[in-house]
């Protein structure tokens, strides 16, 4: 039982000491959240509500079925990002379909997570390389903070590039509404100077250095407060400071997403991108807070969770949510000691839902975009490529790649191209593994590079090493080499492939290796194989290879010397280790 | 010179004896092509002629760059299918935009191979696996025979997938012509006679064995000058029988493919595919053509040769054109001795261009329909389905996978469908690399897998050997395996990696590998590494990776066992080999 529902495992397991330490963790993470959840609804093009929704039953939904005690699942910037590329192709920001698409989106997602972690496919995440997603969130965070420029200056404005969401703005920098921009710039400020000076000078205050982070991160909500009572008190909203307005007050509703066939298939390649962004992002954090307190993480269970908080944010009139990483740390430092932490936050969402509603009707919007401005430029390093440059220009390659795409042409192509960059130069790399013609150490059974070591080689037999297993991307590059180098020297009329680094030989290598065997069938020479390991071979005899093998399959690769070329083979095991130069050479 | 112009080469060097071997072998191929030409050139929706002027200047384009004495090059089932496919994407069929959107793609092909020979990058054409490939011939040849149905019924059908096409014809079998299907029924069925019954009959009759091939590769010439004969004096044209109709006479106009940029974005991924299932074809033959006579076919030349060729095509009035198999096997069988021999076809073609198209008038499209189903069926091989399924399930995925959806959804979905699943599947595989737990051979300094040899393990160092290089779709997996495995056991200290296999770290395994320290830290162990590769500790030195490392890097794991074990250490270098048991349990 406790397999499929773990929540059972911590619950019967919960005491009074757990309690007052999630409760207190959830008292701050709902704190921290309010303000987050508006401002992403609002990036993702969403009514502010629909953040709120999305902070309720998902976390819910991820307590039942994570497995992480300190994650903090909702709504989160890069997310919020991707739900607006894709919703937007679909419908117009404002429109129910828009809403509807959203939802979907969330459900789909989560059945998509819920598949991959109970199919164990957790590995596609994997496929997702470091350099790709760090170019990701940095060029999202430039993207993100681009479009919220608007809010900031109080102008209309839209794209989904950026050269379309500058365009955009500067063609209506004429509409800049000046109060709009005082409270955008100055909550922006605040912001910064909260980040960046406001725990040095509590501390210095005397304050406890966790208290001190805590007021820290309630600096949003500080925002949030001061301009909704300068919006009321100099009526700011008549004088154009756009507002959230009207909230609706109460639980979320019950929905079902629309099921549309054709919409769902649409918007399925952005549920997968999304489920698997959100879950690399999110499976990272948990991790790193895990191992504090030596916890593991369970990578399908957590794709489980995930799954499932946004199925239920699909059932509950939210959009797609994932760990986030701030107020995951946040929540961690605060104490939570197990998932009902998130519950506890749920709850604070949803008296935040039921009473405080009306108190947001006059929050700017340009208070929500300095949020999310100086939230998402925390997640932008830049420096990253230039690390990344000096460790690897392969690696670079993808993920200046992907930083450039999704700038200039959105999220979804950014992110493909870096994994398609990045697994097509991996495949590159391994196309050509490293190759060797080897020959005996005189005196021994050993046989080594000849570039490297003193060995004798036969004149007529030659021996190629192969360090690697033979793939469809290596196939054709060993039978043109091979076939090459047997054909480079006249005299040869044997050749041993030596297969001791061999774990694997595919269908196309197999091909080529008979290829390879009728090649040099045509030209003369024999083809020999030797050291084959046990799996490999039980593979082969499975195929008609060795009936149409023109040559032998040795266990040994001395075997194969004695018995393809004797005389130098007995002269080189008489020697004194080491071989003298003459034979060596060759 | 010679290096940008191979042709300069063998020109320099061309002899008497050559030219005869050459021109034979041109007057036969020419025999083959003429009917070839036209039937393809139907099945890519093209006019006739169009057949003849892709056999024309395209074969000249190859001579002159190609490294292949043997290839014949033009007109092919499967790209002629491709191109069907792409270019009725684009425009109507028999509408000038149809043929010039054909024009382009052959250009952009030709274009395409040529960047990829000169950049070197043939390593593209190995992403084309051996079961997808195989499939997509097998898949295509049943897609090409239900596509010529309608000409043998003389039924109007259409469709680009299996389910439109037999659907489409079936809807239209009332409107079938009787002596249509006499004629397509007859000529299928003598060449079907001739393939399979011919040769044994000539060869009984006592010619010789070359004689016997060649005369039937000439059947498809019988049946076209049969059933022109036929139709001439019958006036079966007037029955209701399809026939080619006038075809201009002369030599090829000289075209400039439409210069449209979104013409050609749209292209362009077919292009791309039309080039690497062509050149991929096309190179196999030729690489088994030269081993008969030990010479050399250079893939990167290759590319450059059909680039050639196809742009040839693109500039007059062609399209999309490869080495053909049949074909080239006939060339080399007739005697062909230098791509001159190619050149010497073309002339026979442009004879034909000039003087024989009106006699092709009232040539039955059922009789082109006949060729191109005995020539299509020949290359569907399901057998292969069994014995890929017989030798490995993951390459038999990957290849029932392309012969469905290409059947399904069309030629370009399928190979796409077929090379990402058989990159995925072969990245899931390396993405769980061998790991073996290790201890100490008692009384030597070598370790070895516990699971399988009596070794010595320290109860407070974990010591771990990875057998494979680090890389994105396997870091996330070993960061989890060690530190899992590491907090197994409560006594552990202390773990080593030994790399000693490890050829690379990528810039995400580096980040996996900085995880793992500082998760391995926060719970209170060290994290260490040994034998690291030369070129792997200079990449590594070049990141601030070293100076973050919770623990040292040790140059032979025996020093790191000394260094992190004494004691236990010790003991198993002074006991005697092997181990004595108790210890091997610990």
């Not at 929500?368 to 932008?380: C, D, E, N, P």
């Not at 004149?459 to 090493?465: A, E, G, I």
């Not at 033979?470 to 041993?496: G, H, M, P, S």
Request: proline residues 5%; charged residues 15%.
């Amino acid at each position: 039982m406790e397999r499929f529902l773990p929540a059972l495992g911590w619950l019967r397991r919960y005491d009074r000491d757990q309690l007052q330490s999630d409760a207190l963790a959830a008292v701050i993470v709902t704190i921290m959240l309010i303000p987050q959840s508006l401002a992403y609804a609002l990036l993702a093009g969403l009514p502010p509500e629909v953040g709120l929704y999305a902070s309720l039953l998902p976390l819910v939904g991820y307590a039942l079925f994570g497995s992480s005690n300190a994650l903090a699942v909702g709504p989160v910037a890069v997310v919020s990002l991707m739900t607006a590329a894709a919703v937007g192709e679909m419908a117009a920001v404002g429109t129910p379909e828009y809403a509807g698409a959203a939802l979907a989106l969330a459900f789909l997602s989560g059945l998509f997570l819920v598949a991959i972690g109970l199919l164990r496919l957790g590995f596609l995440a994997s496929l997702l390389s470091h350099p790709v997603i760090s170019g990701f969130i940095t060029a999202s965070g430039l993207l993100i903070a681009a479009s919220q420029l608007k809010h900031i200056l109080g102008v209309k404005a839209d794209g989904h590039t950026l050269v379309e969401l500058l365009g955009s703005i500067a063609g209506h920098l004429d509409q800049t509404s000046l109060p709009t921009l005082v409270i955008g710039v100055g909550a922006t400020a605040f912001l910064f100077w909260v980040r960046k000076q406001l725990k040095p000078l509590l501390l210095k205050m005397g304050l406890h250095p966790r208290v001190a982070d805590i007021l820290t991160k309630a600096g949003p909500v500080a925002a949030v407060i001061v301009t909704i009572l300068a919006v009321k008190a100099f009526a700011l909203d008549e004088a154009g400071v756009a507002v959230v307005g009207a909230i609706p007050e109460g639980l979320p509703p019950i929905t079902l997403p629309p099921f549309d066939a054709e919409l769902w298939a649409q918007l399925l390649p952005a549920a997968i991108l999304i489920s698997i962004v959100g879950f690399v992002e999110s499976v990272s954090v948990a991790q790193t807070l895990a191992a504090k307190r030596r916890e593991r993480v369970l990578p399908n269970r957590e794709l489980v969770g995930l799954g499932a908080a946004n199925i239920a944010a699909g059932l509950s009139g939210g959009y797609p949510v994932t760990g986030g990483f701030a107020r995951s740390v946040v929540n961690f430092d605060a104490g939570a000691r197990t998932p009902l932490a998130g519950v506890f936050t749920a709850g604070g969402i949803a008296l935040a839902a039921l009473f405080l509603t009306p108190f947001f009707h006059q929050l700017p919007k340009a208070t929500l975009a300095a949020t999310i401005v100086v939230a998402v430029l925390s997640l932008v390093d830049l420096g990253a490529l230039k690390r990344t440059w000096d460790y690897s220009k392969a690696d670079f390659a993808a993920m200046a790649a992907t930083v450039l795409v999704v700038l200039l042409a959105g999220v979804e192509k950014g992110i493909m191209t870096g994994v398609a960059l990045s697994v097509l130069l991996f495949l590159a790399r391994s196309s050509r593994p490293h190759m060797a013609v080897v020959g005996q150490v005189a005196g021994t059974q050993h046989y080594r590079n000849v570039r490297r070591h003193r060995v004798v080689t036969s004149p007529k037999v030659l021996s190629v090493r192969i360090d690697e297993s033979l793939y469809f991307a290596n196939a054709r590059w060993l039978e043109d080499k091979v076939y090459d180098q047997a054909l480079a020297n006249e005299a040869i009329r044997d050749v041993v492939l030596i297969c001791s680094a061999v774990n694997m030989i595919d269908a196309s290598a197999l091909e080529s290796l008979e290829t390879l065997s009728d090649r040099l069938k045509a030209a003369g020479v024999r083809f020999h194989l030797s050291e084959v390991k046990g799996p490999v071979m039980d593979k082969l005899q499975k195929s008609d290879f060795l009936e149409h093998l023109n040559g032998e399959v040795f266990l040994s690769h001395h075997d194969a010397m004695k018995a393809l070329d004797p005389v130098t083979t007995a002269e080189a095991d008489r020697s004194a280790r080491p071989a003298n130069s003459a034979l060596a050479k060759s």
